[in-house]
């Protein structure tokens, strides 16, 4: 476990310090956080959450939700309804776990099974909530530090005003199999102004184990009596526990009464742990000492001033600046940072929870954070190894302080491939390694919790059949995972393994039919049965964990090789068709924005030749699936998934995860800049862009004055910054055309990067 101050207390201290003792000494930093609009994406399937939270921070407060018909939200916020309180733990871009000890504000007689109201005068900024909750006549206002929610509610003149918390309250609790289900819980009340216990959930989305909630709650005004409760059934009992006799209850909770005057303030905090009431206690006591809302929320502030400054704009439109920098904002909510908060066991590794999942986020999410992250980036991946030290496994999903649930392949594979050939330091490669070929060679006992299912025929056959589910997907996954693993093999210097695992990244090519057609075009993907014979051609839109592919159809995954585009185009016929099939794919509704197994398709025209089109359908897809609006992104966020990928093709470029390689598709920013991780800027100059994208086609690129002539780069030509001058026109060129991105059956490809593996752990 790491000493008690944690590296983001210690950086909040320091923005505290700089707020209450520099104010007016030093010039102002620039406020990024202003353009940051929470609401981006809360509407139409994005999930992002609303509320209170630093970068990673594990406290998430925010409103918990039902629309006027009571269905509650499934991740805490609805734009229609009515707010139930406000929980302490949520996800972003996901639902399916969370929303604990829910506080609310109530004015005039309590009635538990009625707790509600409507809002008005919404405000949702970065660290900061603030709602009218108008059946109340409340003012609601939240911020929050990285383990503990600061409410301040100004109260009418009420003879019966109260501050109630329900510790057995969750979002989506039910008997579904990814319902959440309250185990129990405990409520103490040890004097008028304090409230303390424990709450246990298990299940959810990744179907997992118990978890177990610990709180420590203190109200800035004592009581002038409390109340708790069991069912519906208020005592004056100063200590209540139930046992959950249903999924969803019975409720238990309590009450602080008060007499407010007009315009009373009424402060809370609340401490939360994942490994006892009396850390819980103590992270309110570090974190917030005193009592100052304000003083909290401008530290708040500064911690995520100082994260998005590493991404700044001109000549932006104002709603690319506002979608860019919510996106900068929603790729830095998860994973989140338990560091010393790991019930599970004690190490002095990092500790992060809430991978939701890295099914999605290691295409885009994971190569932004080794570019403007780095240590953040290390110390991730770091807790993935030290999971597999203690799990077995490194997770491909985990929440609540359990792995699960597997999607697709052990993706974790790449993340740390990806690392390996960007040279990101201080990770234990040795281990890694270990843990990546405990993926491919060990079947798990529970394929939906962690590892790969159908290892055992994956690794006999080279496919899997369908006697496994999610055969299709799984494979080509698999391949890539593998090649993932050759890689970092072969910089250990482990050759008989990096050729192992080599030869398995073709195995997508084995459930190959070349000769099956679909509307005009030859060679998919398709099943296999258990004898090894083709079974009927699969056909399905999106399917989902029992089917041949997950998430996807025959027109994205017969195209996902990134490790061997080279070899795939052939088997699809040559360049000409290809590119013919692409165009179909996009032109014809088969390319799915809303979910992260396209998320390369748009640039494969790279590949074959022409980039132009590859700028064609990305200026299409950031001009019509992505806007500034509550419906801005066209799927769920999957933690900042969707928006990692929306920073990367604003700026021109997009990472194949996993290699040293970025594609080039088109710039939307005339000018832009990411700061990396040691300081040096990459700048993106898109000279004659124009206003009504006209000008997308790119005539000619020079990388620190000198001439890039591929439609691709390494990462070893950014790492130490530079900067891009594009020079943009309305027709295609023959730019970028002649030589493609690399691929496995280049006759030059090397995909070895070796390295001494010791002082990559330093």
Not at 110 to 135: H, M, Q
Not at 562 to 577: K, N, V
Request: with cysteine; aromatic share 12%; net charge negative.
């Amino acid at each position: 476990m790491r000493a008690s101050i944690s590296r983001s207390f210690l950086c909040f201290l320091l923005g505290l310090f700089s707020v209450n003792n520099l104010f007016g000494q030093q010039p102002e930093a620039q406020n990024f956080a202003h353009n940051v609009d929470p609401f981006i994406g809360v509407d139409w399937g994005g999930n992002t959450f609303v509320g209170a939270a630093i970068p990673y921070g594990m406290v998430k407060l925010g409103p918990d939700m039902a629309t006027f018909d009571n269905r509650r939200s499934g991740f805490g916020y609805s734009s229609f309804g009515n707010i139930l309180g406000f929980s302490h733990l949520h996800l972003s871009g996901a639902q399916g776990k969370y929303g604990n000890i829910l506080v609310a504000p109530v004015t005039g007689p309590l009635n538990l099974t009625d707790i509600k109201t409507p809002r008005t005068n919404e405000v949702a900024t970065v660290g900061y909530y603030s709602a009218k909750l108008t059946r109340y006549r409340v003012d609601a206002e939240l911020t929050s530090t990285r383990r503990v929610g600061f409410h301040r509610y100004t109260f009418p003149a009420s003879q019966q005003s109260h501050i109630t918390v329900n510790v057995a309250s969750a979002l989506g609790l039910g008997s579904g199999s990814e319902s959440q289900k309250f185990v129990g819980a405990e409520i103490h009340l040890p004097s008028n102004h304090e409230a303390q216990g424990v709450a246990r959930f298990k299940g959810g989305w990744n179907m997992g184990g118990e978890y177990k909630v610990y709180y420590y709650m203190v109200v800035d005004t004592p009581a002038t009596a409390t109340q708790t409760w069991t069912g519906t059934l208020l005592s004056n009992a100063k200590d209540a526990s139930v046992v959950a006799t249903t999924p969803e209850g019975p409720s238990i909770g309590a009450s602080f009464d008060l007499t407010t005057k007009a315009g009373q303030v009424v402060q809370v905090k609340v401490g939360i742990s994942f490994l006892s009431v009396e850390q819980a206690k103590q992270n309110v006591q570090h974190e917030i000492p005193g009592w100052n809302f304000d003083a909290v929320h401008t530290g708040t502030i500064a911690l995520w001033n100082a994260e998005l400054a590493k991404l700044t704009l001109s000549g932006e439109a104002d709603a690319q600046r506002r979608e860019l920098y919510t996106a900068m904002y929603h790729i830095m909510l998860m994973p989140t940072d338990r560091t010393g908060e790991n019930p599970d066991w004690q190490s002095t590794e990092p500790y992060y929870d809430d991978y939701y999942a890295i099914w999605d986020t290691y295409r885009s999410s994971s190569p932004l954070l080794t570019l403007i992250s780095p240590d953040r980036q290390r110390d991730i991946i770091r807790s993935l190894i030290d999971i597999y030290r203690h799990t077995g496994y490194m997770p491909d999903a985990r929440s609540g302080n359990d792995n699960g649930r597997t999607q697709g392949g052990s993706n974790a594979n790449v993340v740390v491939a990806d690392a390996w050939v960007k040279g990101l330091k201080g990770i234990d490669y040795e281990t890694a390694f270990q843990a990546m070929k405990h993926d491919a060679t060990v079947p798990p006992e529970n394929a939906q919790k962690e590892g790969r299912g159908g290892l055992e025929d994956y690794n006999e056959r080279g496919y899997i059949t369908l006697a496994d589910e999610r055969s299709g997907s799984r494979t080509v996954e698999y391949a890539y995972d593998d090649f993932a693993i050759s890689e970092v093999a072969c910089g250990l210097g482990k050759t008989a393994e990096a050729a192992l695992y080599a030869s398995r990244a073709h195995n997508f090519e084995h459930l190959w039919d070349k000769e099956m057609a679909v509307l005009g075009f030859t060679g998919f993907l398709r099943p296999r049965k258990p004898d090894g014979s083709w079974a009927e051609p699969y056909l399905t839109v999106r399917g989902t964990w029992p089917d041949f592919m997950y998430e996807g159809d025959i027109w994205t995954y017969s195209l996902y090789a990134p490790q061997d585009m080279r070899r795939l185009i052939e088997m699809a016929g040559g360049t000409d068709l290809f590119n013919r099939r692409l165009d179909f794919i996009f032109s014809r509704g088969h390319f799915d924005v809303t979910n992260e197994p396209g998320f390369l398709m748009p640039v494969l025209y790279n590949y074959a030749g022409r980039p132009d089109k590859s700028a064609d359908i990305v200026h299409l897809l950031l001009e019509k699936a992505f806007t500034d609006s509550r419906a801005g992104i066209p799927g769920n966020d999957d933690s900042g998934a969707m928006s990692s990928w929306l920073i990367f093709q604003s700026l021109g470029f997009y990472p194949v995860a996993g290699q040293d390689v970025y594609l080039i598709s088109t710039p939307s920013i005339p000018d832009a800049s990411l700061t990396l991780g040691n300081g040096k800027k990459l700048r993106i100059i898109a000279k004659n862009l124009d206003k009504s994208g006209l000008n997308h086609y790119v005539q000619s690129v020079t990388l620190n004055g000198v001439e890039l002539r591929n439609s691709w780069f390494r990462h070893a030509q950014i790492k130490d910054g530079g900067t891009f001058i594009f020079t943009m026109g309305s027709a295609p060129s023959a730019w970028g055309q002649t030589v493609p991105p690399p691929s496995m059956s280049d006759a030059d490809f090397h995909s070895c990067v070796p390295r001494d593996a010791s002082q990559q752990s330093n």
